[in-house]
């Protein structure tokens, strides 16, 4: 049977499988710090009269307990607010290990937004082990910086005021008050400043390039989601602690990382890796901020997009389609 999952099951499934996909997706850095993996570099169809848009193409094989291969499809169209339509958009084919066969199609801009969201939690717990409250700074306002929110709020991040700054004050009003489910009246919208201020700050935007300027420096202790990965100036990576989910792809494609070893002629700025931090390889030095800089692994959306998969087989909006390949 090849099966079709649309969008709204992959979100019932997601939505009640939070420590599932904490696990899945921590079990995935894992086996790719094992060499359990296959991750080729990602591949960007870009358009000239179009520099804005894109689409990219991310596959991946996820051995260890998954044992599957996949690609993810994922297109980033800015364009689409004026259209009412989300910015993102994308697919997920699972194929069977054996036989190469692809058995599942799944909308998948939650997938990879879920994947994202607990990358980023998995890193907060694993980057401040002593934990404490925290005031928490969204820089951006869209599904990913929301989705981040609530896996944050999931693993118990204790948060004593949080604030968004965004280039629309309206997308920032209404996300302050979608995100105050989890952390009921403690947030607002903010400055700029206001927001790189906070103890934890999520960078989730759709920045070509830094904006940043080079003379910021972020201060000790402070721990930086670097999700959206183009905001940061590289002068202010030099000054900080630099933790990458993979040093080769996120060296790549003129993120802030990739700017950085370009400025600074090399790659010692890394410290190392999220799993080396996991496996107690790299001890962070707790005077100095950490950025945490996550290009997004292929394998992810296949650990995650396995969950989804598995848990829609008995779900009867999902479509199996049993002739959809000669036998």
């Known amino acids: 049977m090849f099966q079709v999952v649309p969008h709204a099951v992959a979100v019932d499934v997601l939505r009640d499988s939070r420590d599932a996909v904490l696990a899945a997706v921590e079990m995935a850095y894992l086996a790719h710090d094992r060499g359990e993996t296959v991750n080729p570099s990602s591949h960007f169809l870009r358009f000239p009269d179009r520099p804005a848009s894109r689409i990219i193409a991310l596959p991946a ?31 997920l084919l699972l194929n069977d290990d054996r036989t190469g066969r692809p058995v599942a199609c799944l909308e998948a801009a939650h997938i990879s937004a879920a994947r994202t969201a607990a990358s980023a939690a998995l890193a907060v717990r694993t980057l401040r082990p002593r934990g404490g409250p925290v005031r928490l700074g969204f820089v951006g306002a869209g599904v990913i910086a929301g989705t981040i929110a609530a896996f944050l709020r999931h693993t118990g991040l204790p948060v004593t005021r949080f604030v968004c700054h965004d280039l629309v004050t309206e997308r920032a009003q209404r996300f302050v008050s979608r995100v105050e489910e989890h952390w009921p009246a403690s947030g607002d919208t903010a400055d700029l400043d206001t927001a790189l201020s906070c ?57 802030s990382p990739h700017l950085a070893e370009q400025l600074s002629g090399g790659r010692e700025f890394v410290t190392g890796t999220l799993a080396d931090v996991m496996r107690g390889r790299c001890e962070l030095k707790p005077h100095e901020p950490v950025v945490f800089s996550p290009f997004g692994l292929g394998v992810l959306d296949i650990a995650v997009g396995a969950i989804v998969a598995d848990r ?14 000669e036998d």
């Open 61 to 91: 094989y996820l051995g260890g307990e998954v044992g599957m291969p996949g690609l993810k499809w994922i297109s980033s169209f800015p364009g689409n607010h004026e259209l009412g339509l989300p910015r993102a958009s994308a697919v």
């Open 199 to 255: 103890d934890v700050v999520v960078f989730a935007t759709t920045a070509g390039q830094p904006y940043l300027p080079e003379t910021l420096r972020f201060r000790p202790g402070q721990t930086v989601l670097n999700i959206s990965l183009r905001d940061i100036h590289p002068r202010t990576l030099l000054a900080a602690q630099n933790i990458v989910d993979d040093v080769d792809h996120c060296l790549q494609a003129l993120t």
């Open 312 to 325: 829609a087989k008995n779900d009867a909006r999902a479509v199996a389609v049993a002739d959809f390949f």
